[in-house]
């Protein structure tokens, strides 16, 4: 498996906090992603980057942002949490345009 | 690892016989699509990928096919074992690499 870890693994915050998900590859892959996975919706792309600083909207990138200031780390934050960004987030990355995607191990988010 | 509770189409094979798990496709632009494993608790896993210019690829135990006239795509796993147990997921993409739509998903279930 390639080296890509999440942080945290899991995590429960109230209606209006910001939270802020990290996402950290050792491969020195140029593409990463944010997806959510729901009940019934398969995996749902948040938002992607193509090099340092260089980042794009998905499909459903209403209610997050993204930074990523260096090749291994990409972040995820939702400014205002609400009850409908609770779901797990998967991040992946990849070292060339076509194949594989590399998945992290997953962050379960809960917001009350 | 993270897994979600999905209410998905489920498959259940006897060890030993051969799987052909299918998907449906949306768009006709489309052109590239891969096969991801998912087992519980676990990140997506990629398991084989094909371009729009061929009907045909061929890994280690599995085959996918694609039918673009009617939109489909199947993945076949062939003498399937009960490692293979896990949720599959197709995906799609279209114009732009980087972008990938992906459906719900079907669970596999692999009887002993």
């Known amino acids: 498996d390639a080296g890509i870890t999440q942080s945290p693994r899991h995590k429960v915050t109230e209606t209006g906090t910001p939270v802020t998900l990290r996402c950290h590859q050792t491969e020195n892959h140029r593409y990463m992603y944010w997806y959510r996975q729901d009940p019934g919706h398969g995996l749902r792309l948040i938002h992607y980057s193509y090099g340092v600083k260089d980042t794009d909207k998905g499909e459903v990138s209403d209610g997050y942002s993204v930074s990523r200031s260096k090749t291994e780390d990409f972040l995820l934050t939702l400014e205002s949490a609400t009850s409908s960004q609770t779901s797990v987030y998967f991040c992946?990355?990849?070292?060339?345009?076509?194949?594989?995607?590399?998945f992290g191990p997953g962050t379960r988010l809960t917001v009350t | 690892g993270e897994s979600v509770g999905l209410h998905l189409p489920t498959l259940s094979v006897q060890e030993g016989d051969n799987s052909i798990i299918n998907c449906a496709y949306s768009?006709?632009?489309?052109?590239?699509f891969i096969w991801y494993k998912q087992e519980s608790g676990k990140g997506p896993q990629f398991i084989i990928d094909?371009?729009?210019?061929?009907d045909k690829r061929q890994g280690q135990r599995v085959t996918v096919l694609l039918n673009k006239t009617v939109k489909h795509l199947s993945l076949q796993i062939a003498a399937t074992q009960p490692g293979d147990s896990a949720v599959y997921f197709c995906a799609e993409n279209m114009d732009n690499f980087n972008k990938f739509y992906f459906g719900s998903g079907t669970k596999l279930n692999v009887k002993p």
């Open positions: 992946a990355s990849r070292d060339r345009v076509e194949g594989e995607q590399y």
């Open positions: 768009n006709s632009a489309s052109d590239y």
């Open positions: 094909i371009r729009s210019n061929m």
